[in-house]
């Protein structure tokens, strides 16, 4: 008998906070920091909120990526993923209200597998159909722009 799993969760996230700019969060029994930096008056123990969501990008591409590769029966290998972001600023300095801050995200993904380009072609369809942080991100109007790369053959 297949174990039928539920599809909506609810996921519990919380933090102390004991400064302006520190954020000790903790998820199940995993505990990280989200800061600023040095100059920006942060103790710069991790990243900030902003590259965080970017971060959580490239987390969630590795995950789905895999999963598609797998339904597809991709070799993928292992995923290098970079993130080139063009931010805007202005609404986290309070300088204006902006609808859409991170403008654009140049997704680029290097397979170390046997994938060929037509493979990744049709993987980084499939991704962009199931990876809700990128959803969240076009949703909001960011531009992404991905770029899947097959391994280096010698």
């Known amino acids: ?19 302006h700019s520190l954020s000790n969060v903790k998820v199940r029994d995993i505990e990280f920091a989200i800061d600023e930096p040095v100059e920006r008056g942060g103790t710069n123990l991790g990243p900030t909120p902003t590259e965080t969501i970017v971060a959580a990008l490239i987390g969630c591409t590795n995950v789905i990526g895999h999963k598609c590769a797998v339904s597809l029966g991709i070799d993928v290998g292992h995923l290098t993923i970079d993130v080139d972001c063009e931010f805007d600023r202005r609404g986290v300095t309070l300088a204006e209200e902006i609808d859409v801050p991170f403008k654009a ?50």
């Open 1 to 19: 008998m297949a174990i039928r799993q539920k599809t909506t969760i609810a996921m519990k996230v919380s933090s102390n906070s004991p400064t």
């Open 105 to 154: 995200l140049k997704l680029n993904v290097s397979c170390s597998g046997a994938a060929t380009q037509a493979e990744l072609d049709q993987l980084a369809v499939e991704v962009a159909k199931y990876c809700p942080l990128s959803k969240v991100f076009k949703q909001a109007g960011t531009v992404i722009e991905e770029s899947w790369q097959p391994a280096v053959r010698s």
